[in-house]
């Protein structure tokens, strides 16, 4: 005769293994990244990912299939941080939409950009510099998802008020500026500080967009 205790305790055993798988893909999207960083990608191999995060080769295929597909993912989690929810529904984004001004706007929108580049930027430096064709696919879909990105901005900076140049020329100037690579020369090779690199986006993309933009001040 079942116990009427089964109910729970089954409902708690297959939370708890969930909990375990997330922390198992947890780990393994950690090491590679820790590799990629490290070795780039024809030396993350999936043997390092288990080695590196203490599981069984067969454990990265049954999770990924693939070193693309895993990279991939990376990518994707990288972006969007703790969260779930797509980049563009995340709370910094929503604050950037929800900005009183063009200033605001930028200054929200350039300080949000330097804490993802700080996670998704090695992954990509280390995509940008692999010679596989493998990966063709992939970096283009992160140049379009990162375009479309910044024509959004673009649109809530016209909605804001009037531009120096047209809104996809906008979106192109925003997509250069707020670059993984430049933001890599910057503070990956110069040294510079979140902050100082979000202060100096924010104030290059309102010289370069926004009229009567006062560089010394930081506003128009």
Do not use: C
Request: charged share 30%; proline share 3%.
């Amino acid at each position: 005769m079942k116990s009427e205790d089964d109910t729970p305790r089954r409902a708690y055993r297959s939370h708890r293994r969930r909990e375990q798988a997330q922390e198992t893909r947890r780990r393994m999207l950690e090491a590679a990244g820790k590799l990629l960083a490290e070795r780039g990608y024809a030396g993350t191999t999936i043997a390092a990912v288990a080695a590196e995060a203490g599981v069984a080769v067969e454990t990265v295929y049954a999770a990924f299939r693939n070193k693309r597909t895993l990279v991939g993912e990376l990518v994707r989690v990288s972006v969007r941080g703790d969260g779930d929810a797509p980049a563009a529904e995340q709370a910094g984004a929503r604050a950037v939409a929800a900005a009183p001004d063009q200033a605001e706007r930028l200054r929200l929108f350039a300080a949000d950009v330097a804490e993802r580049l700080e996670r998704v930027g090695p992954v990509l430096q280390a995509l940008a510099a692999a010679s596989e064709p493998e990966l063709d696919e992939l970096r283009a879909a992160v140049d379009r998802d990162r375009l479309a990105g910044m024509r959004a901005f673009a649109g809530m900076l016209v909605r804001g008020g009037e531009l120096r140049i047209g809104a996809e020329a906008a979106a192109e100037t925003v997509w250069a500026l707020a670059s993984p690579e430049l933001h890599f020369a910057l503070t990956a090779r110069r040294g510079w500080t979140r902050e100082r690199y979000a202060t100096w986006l924010a104030d290059t993309l309102g010289a370069a967009l926004i009229p009567g933009w006062d560089l010394a001040a930081g506003s128009s």
